[in-house]
């Protein structure tokens, strides 16, 4: 991949480009200036959002970017108890990290807790397959509990949790009682 730059003259202002080429030397992108600067503001963003060292101490913060629509676990607006989700949530944002982990049900089992691959079911399995995960985000899959059964599964990242799935039944990680 070889990079290249160039500038010209549109509507009285000065355009930078940036070109890329592959190793057959064909052009792939033109990237301008603005857009290298749009996507770096971005970059920049999102690494302000993670903490340095440990996000224990600190309020989560709510993201659904990654949100999926499809198959059994869709994080949609007709699958999704909503008022349920929005009052949990709001409950939870008030809490620091450390204290979400820390709590506890059923005979002080965890009840927020990070998610083993090998116990998350075929349909889950699927899902994380169709969406390309990298191994950084299997392990950091986390589960938020609502209650009993309903679970948010998410990936967990510093202080940002990005709410992927509405489990309503504890069948995306199912346990044996």
């Not at 770096?40 to 999926?68: C, H």
């Not at 949790?161 to 509405?166: E, S």
């Amino acid at each position: 991949m070889s990079y290249s730059s160039s500038k010209k003259k549109q509507n009285g202002k000065t355009i930078s480009q940036l070109h890329c080429q592959d190793q057959k030397n064909e052009p792939q992108q033109k990237l301008t200036r603005e857009k290298i600067n749009e996507t770096l503001d971005l970059q920049t963003r999102r690494l302000n959002l993670k903490s340095v060292g440990s996000s224990d101490n600190l309020t989560p913060l709510w993201s659904f970017d990654r949100a999926d629509n499809d198959g059994k676990f869709s994080f949609a607006p007709k699958t999704v108890d909503c008022n349920l989700v929005i009052a949990t949530l709001l409950s939870y944002s008030k809490m620091k990290w450390s204290t979400i982990k820390r709590a506890t049900h059923d005979n002080g089992k965890s009840k927020h807790h990070y998610l083993a691959y090998k116990g998350i079911s075929p349909d889950g399995k699927e899902r994380i397959k169709k969406l390309h995960f990298v191994q950084d985000d299997i392990d950091a899959i986390f589960s938020l509990a609502f209650d009993n059964l309903t679970r948010l599964i998410g990936v967990k990242e510093d202080r940002v949790f990005h709410i992927i799935w509405y489990d309503k039944d504890h069948s995306f990680y199912p346990v044996k009682k």
